[in-house]
């Protein structure tokens, strides 16, 4: 299979994104990273979003719509129960090894997929810092391995300087300065 090249444009900035490549996004807000998802999906590729937003706040704040959800959290939240046939699917933070699974079977089983991480420092502030980037380590590979596009959104404001380059080990980087 020949890797695809997507070219993103945002704002004054333009990337080209490829398959089989996990990208860090340094930015504030997640606009940027859902932009892109987006457009990917647009592409005809399948998309999977992990995030701590509801489905109902996803589709009024990023108009993120058919693509499978999967809301890091304890619970579903009651507007969402009632906005859907199907209470969305829900996955505790604490369980980082049903995560890397999820990925997993989802990248195996769409081979022109897009993955996008909305939550790394939820994942943090409930595993901490050195078992997350083995899971982004773990996931890496498999985005690897199965030619998909993985974004992981991040502020970089919340992290020091030794936990920024630990991570960027992990990713290209998409550096979002206005």
């Not at 959800?69 to 579903?76: N, P, S, T, V």
């Not at 897009?114 to 810092?129: Q, S, T």
């Not at 380590?137 to 030794?162: G, H, Q, R, Y």
Request: with cysteine; net charge positive.
């Amino acid at each position: 299979m020949v890797s695809k090249r997507i070219l993103i444009t945002y704002w004054n900035h333009r990337f080209y994104i490829k398959q089989g490549h996990a990208y860090l996004v340094k930015e504030e807000k997640s606009h940027f990273s859902f932009h892109a998802f987006k457009t990917i999906i647009r592409k005809g590729f399948k998309g999977l979003c992990l995030t701590v937003l509801t489905p109902y706040m996803l589709s009024k704040k990023y108009n993120v719509r058919k693509t499978s959800i999967i809301r890091l959290g304890k619970q579903a939240p009651i507007r969402d129960v009632w906005l859907h046939k199907q209470n969305p699917t829900v996955l505790s933070p604490t369980d980082p090894g049903r995560l890397v699974h999820l990925i997993k079977e989802f990248t195996t089983k769409n081979k022109e997929s897009v993955v996008l991480l909305d939550a790394l420092e939820y994942l943090i502030i409930h595993n901490g810092f050195s078992m997350v980037v083995k899971v982004i380590t773990d996931i890496n590979e498999l985005i690897m391995v199965n030619k998909s596009i993985l974004f992981v959104p991040i502020n970089p404001k919340a992290f020091s300087e030794k936990e920024l380059a630990l991570l960027e080990r992990n990713f290209e980087i998409i550096n979002l300065k206005r």
